[in-house]
């Protein structure tokens, strides 16, 4: 398996506090990813980033900004999270963008906003 | 249109038989898929690749009909233990940062 994990996996909050998740990698790859996974939709990613320093926005990132200040490490924070955040986040990684490259995930955090 | 499609199911079988699974895609210029399998409450975890016409792991067949924009999972000789959530993923083709699209999955139970 990949050396992927996250930080917290489970995780209760109220809405307005700001929450932070992480993910640790030791495979040193480039690409890291953050998702998240709800019924009805599937994984939706948030942002990616493809170096550190370097992120974008995937298709739902409104709500959320992402850190990367080290190859290992790719944060993910709700600056005021919402009950609609209520989710399973997941984070990936990826080598490179070749065909037969694809994403690895870690275990996943499940974040309840009430 | 979601740019990957998946019949939801559940498909409920008997240990075993014959499962397939479609999958459809709308980029056309994607060359490259991949099944992942998801257990509950678990990670996607990837199955299978597929670049070319197909791939074939043991009890495992992904097929790819690039003319109908399809992908399929075959799985022979079904056993207990492959009772997940089998998730579709095609690459986006215009991104250069390696950007996947998943399904939202098929759910299988296989029953003793």
């Known amino acids: 398996d990949a050396g992927i994990t996250q930080s917290p996996r489970h995780k209760v909050t109220e809405t307005g506090t700001p929450v932070t998740l992480r993910c640790h990698q030791t495979?040193?790859?480039?690409?890291m990813y953050w998702y998240r996974q709800d019924p009805g939709h599937g994984l939706r990613l948030i942002h990616y980033?493809?170096?550190?320093?370097?992120?974008d926005k995937g298709e739902v990132s409104d709500g959320y900004s992402v850190s990367r200040s080290k190859t290992e490490d790719f944060l993910l924070t709700l600056e005021s999270a919402t009950s609609s955040q209520t989710s399973v986040y997941f984070c990936?990684?990826?080598?490179?963008?070749?065909?037969?490259?694809?994403?690895?995930f870690g275990p996943g955090t499940r974040l309840t906003v009430l | 249109r979601k740019e990957v499609e998946q019949d939801p199911g559940p498909f409920n079988v008997p240990e075993g038989a014959t499962v397939a699974f479609n999958c459809t895609y709308s980029?056309?210029?994607?060359?490259?898929f991949f099944w992942y399998r998801q257990d509950c409450r678990k990670e996607p975890k990837l199955l299978m690749s597929?670049?070319?016409s197909g791939n074939e792991d043991g009890r495992f067949t992904a097929q790819l009909n690039r003319a109908s924009q399809y992908i399929s999972l075959l799985i022979r000789d079904s056993k207990l233990s492959d009772s997940a959530t089998y998730l579709c993923?095609?690459?986006?083709?215009?991104?250069?940062?390696?950007?996947?699209?998943f399904g939202r999955g098929t759910q299988l139970t296989v029953w003793p």
């Open positions: 990936a990684i990826s080598e490179s963008l070749a065909l037969t490259d694809t994403q690895y």
């Open positions: 495979e040193n790859h480039r690409y």
């Open positions: 980033s493809y170096g550190v320093k370097d992120t």
């Open positions: 980029n056309s210029a994607s060359q490259s």
């Open positions: 597929v670049y070319s």
């Open positions: 993923v095609a690459p986006d083709r215009g991104s250069t940062l390696g950007r996947l699209y």
